[in-house]
């Protein structure tokens, strides 16, 4: 079984969130091989840093 990360968001500019759950190569692939990730808000724009956990909740 393949491991499933949760990357949490949650913008302290405009208070926008999001939740998504993949698989430490999708990460890499998206996001390269770096300790942290930093995403950008779609609503403000602002530069944010993420919350990645593993992910105990996913069924496959």
């Known amino acids: 079984m393949t491991k499933k990360y949760r990357i949490k968001t949650s913008c302290p500019q405009c208070g926008c969130s ?7 190569q999708e990460i890499i692939k998206r996001y390269g091989d770096v300790p942290n990730i930093e995403l950008e808000c779609h609503e403000c724009m602002m530069i944010m840093d993420a919350d990645v956990e593993e992910d105990m909740d996913v069924d496959e």
């Open 18 to 24: 999001g939740v998504s759950h993949l698989s430490e």
